[in-house]
């Protein structure tokens, strides 16, 4: 598969802007379709800053606990491959797994940068491909959990993952699940973490799919996007 290595930086809130990351890895890797090899864990250097992540009173640190939730962690910047076909709105009211909101992708599947796959990555701070510090320190946890559906069933998504992001104060490890086919009705996902060295993660959550599995495209929904204990 030919990867592009164009990505989009995405300011919630802010116009929509496209960008080369510094340090990206053009390679088939975390949140890419097909990606056989897993990212190395890597060290981090004593001048990356990384912020502890303390859980709430359940024991939990979310990624998406809902629009605007102070709970909120991470942020979906990290646009991939095909990002002219993807449209998320945070704010969606159809069917949520917790009321209010959750989150709505569309992924049109029209192939506009030719990479024939999308997805996005969570990241801290935004636009943080391994080049700026940050991100935070999960060791206290032991898996990720997260609620999903499609539109219709049948979706396929190549890779859900946690972190994968490379460079020079890149992610110390990552983990995912995948192929994963949705279904209509919600249901929830978990991707293990024991065993893995999370003291520096900078992409939180990270999704792909492929127009080859997906060739009409597809509208997807997420919610409860938290670590665990």
């Known amino acids: 598969m030919n990867i592009t290595r164009t990505a989009v930086v995405v300011l919630l809130g802010a116009a929509m802007a496209v960008a080369d990351p510094p340090g990206a890895d053009v390679s088939p890797r975390a949140g890419m379709p097909n990606a056989t090899t897993p990212s190395p864990s890597i060290q981090v250097p004593p001048e990356a800053v990384t912020n502890p992540a303390k859980p709430d009173s359940h024991g939990f640190f979310y990624i998406y606990a809902g629009k605007g939730s102070p709970q909120n962690h991470f942020i979906p910047s990290g646009w991939m491959g095909d990002y002219g076909d993807l449209r998320i709105d945070d704010a969606n009211r159809e ?111 990270a999704w792909s799919a492929s127009r080859t599995d997906n060739p009409q495209g597809f509208s997807i929904y997420l919610d409860n996007i938290r670590f665990e204990s």
């Open 95 to 205: 069917n949520s797994k917790n009321a209010p909101t959750s989150i709505k992708i569309a992924y049109s599947a029209k192939s506009s940068q030719g990479a024939n796959w999308a997805g996005i990555y969570w990241q801290q701070p935004a636009n943080n491909w391994g080049n700026v510090s940050g991100g935070y320190d999960l060791s206290h946890y032991k898996k990720l959990t997260f609620w999903a559906r499609g539109a219709h069933g049948g979706e396929k998504i190549a890779e859900f993952k946690v972190g994968g992001i490379t460079g020079d104060v890149g992610d110390t490890d990552s983990a995912s699940i995948g192929p994963v086919t949705l279904t209509q009705d919600w249901k929830q996902y978990t991707i293990d973490l024991s065993g893995k060295s999370l003291v520096h993660i900078i992409g939180g959550f």
